[in-house]
């Protein structure tokens, strides 16, 4: 693609962050559970505790 792959990636997470509260980068993971029953999420990290339906985790290959 002419320019890059990013745009395509850039294009697509433009809605996410116009929200600040929809999406987080950057914030060190401490822990992660499962919900009570419901089928949430709980993510705790450094600074915050976050619930959600569903997380995306990236880390490098190395670590995995």
């Known amino acids: ?3 890059g792959y990013d745009k395509i990636v850039n294009w697509t997470a433009e809605p ?3 929200d600040p509260k929809t999406i987080s ?3 060190v993971v ?3 559970k499962w919900g ?3 089928g949430s ?3 705790q990290t ?3 505790t976050y619930t959600a339906d ?3 985790v990236t880390v490098p290959l190395g670590v995995l």
Request: hydrophobic letters at 45%.
């Open 46 to 48: 450094q600074k915050n």
């Open 36 to 38: 009570n029953g419901d």
């Open 16 to 18: 996410l962050l116009k």
């Open 30 to 32: 401490k822990e992660i």
């Open 1 to 3: 693609m002419k320019g």
């Open 41 to 43: 999420v709980a993510v």
């Open 25 to 27: 980068l950057g914030e």
């Open 54 to 56: 569903a997380i995306v």
